[in-house]
């Protein structure tokens, strides 16, 4: 038996900062989080190969929206959605 605390509830596991945002996948939907607040959502559209710019087509009823890049200097977290 696992020890309380040892695994990451599904919900908790979605809602932990992605450290390494060369993982990310085209697609993924994820969250962008700046001082505590959602800034932006959307699906992942390119992480660059340095793993330190993401490009975001942000989620949206009003159609397509232009896609936002984010820098990991910019202080900005990442989360899956």
Known sequence: MKARGA????RHAHSAAVSNWKS???GDRVEIIKH????????????SQSGNVLWLVPAGPSGPAEKELFLKSDGVQVRRA
């Open 7 to 10: 695994v990451l509830s599904r």
């Open 24 to 26: 990310l996948q085209a």
């Open 36 to 47: 505590a607040h959602v800034v932006a959502a959307g699906e992942v559209e390119e992480v």
